[in-house]
């Protein structure tokens, strides 16, 4: 038996697709198309098959036309960020996965306080410029291995702090080329999920209200010190996909799973790490078999002692065997 975690259905049938294994260039477009493209290259967890078809687009056009050829071909389309949340099967992807992270622009409006950035920009990027401005906000973020449009997806955060506390709008694509702007109200935010999760749309732009005015070398320290608690908390030298699963009330995760006599538990080459139990590594040839068993095995024993399921916060992506 498999279970498929694909976020759109898979269409029961295709269209003619040209086989190939040199790029498809669109007309519309000079961003290629590349067939069978190795997504471990994408993911932060190293790990996965390949996808059917890919495409990095540098404008909102070129994505545009990337959804415009897949629905005309009948492929289904998945969206990537910094591949920092994600499980992609081994088998990979059928489809047209997009990949946003070179969707790049960034800007610090000092009159309103506001900082409207491209999808695929990279948070901790963004927070250490915000701080060189002596910008207050992003300080939290420093630490967090993603791209705007999947923070903006997942409602990303640390230290008590998330991107709905600070978004003012995003700029959202639909498969059929609409744009639109989304509330924070809109987007129906809750701890670490938004209706985007579910959704089809395409994050393009994303707006947040930030404080200027604050002492430069005072928003970078605080920032440091953020990026020392994470650094000295979980573990950053190995492969993963941050945190796995997402805090229930009681209890966080880590802590359950700690209790439960699982730090360094290994299933091939993935161990729940043991600095922070909430981490899953890739310690060396891992597959996204390893980890989803893993996953799996960790649900499992910390139902039977405490009769709570750990709810995953890891997108799993394409077909991964029932364990």
Not at 255 to 260: A, F, G, S, V, Y
């Amino acid at each position: 038996m498999t279970l498929s975690y694909n976020w759109l259905p898979t269409p029961t049938q295709t269209r003619n697709v040209p086989v190939t294994t040199s790029p498809i260039y669109l007309s519309e477009t000079g961003c290629p198309i590349y067939p069978q493209y190795p997504l471990a290259k994408l993911t932060s967890f190293k790990v996965g098959g390949p996808a059917q078809w890919c495409m990095n687009p540098k404008r909102i056009e070129d994505l545009q036309a990337g959804l415009i050829w897949a629905d005309a071909e009948g492929l289904p389309v998945t969206r990537l960020g910094a591949g920092s949340n994600l499980l992609v099967s081994d088998r990979g992807l059928s489809g047209l996965v997009i990949c946003t992270r070179h969707l790049r622009h960034t800007h610090f409006d000092p009159d309103s306080g506001q900082l409207s950035v491209a999808a695929g920009e990279y948070l901790p990027r963004l927070a250490w410029a915000a701080a060189d401005l002596g910008w207050s906000g992003l300080e939290w973020a420093v630490g967090i291995p993603g791209t705007v449009g999947g923070a903006v997806v997942m409602n990303a955060g640390a230290h008590r702090s998330c991107i709905a506390d600070l978004l003012v709008n995003a700029h959202v694509l639909s498969p059929n080329g609409k744009l639109e702007i989304l509330t924070p109200e809109e987007l129906a935010y809750r701890y670490r999920t938004s209706m985007l999760q579910s959704d089809s749309r395409f994050v393009v732009r994303a707006t947040f209200q930030l404080k200027p005015g604050y002492n430069r070398a005072d928003v970078r320290k605080l920032t440091r010190e953020q990026m020392h608690k994470r650094r000295t908390s979980q573990p950053y030298h190995r492969p993963s996909c941050g945190s796995v699963f997402r805090n229930p009330t009681a209890h966080t995760a880590g802590w359950l799973i700690e209790q439960t006599g699982l730090k360094g538990h290994t299933i091939g080459g993935a161990q729940v790490a043991e600095r922070h139990a909430n981490f899953i590594l890739n310690c060396g040839g891992a597959t996204a078999s390893d980890i989803f068993r893993l996953i799996r095995h960790v649900q499992e024993q910390v139902e039977r002692n405490w009769q709570l399921r750990l709810e995953p916060e890891v997108r799993m992506l394409g077909e991964f065997q029932h364990v």
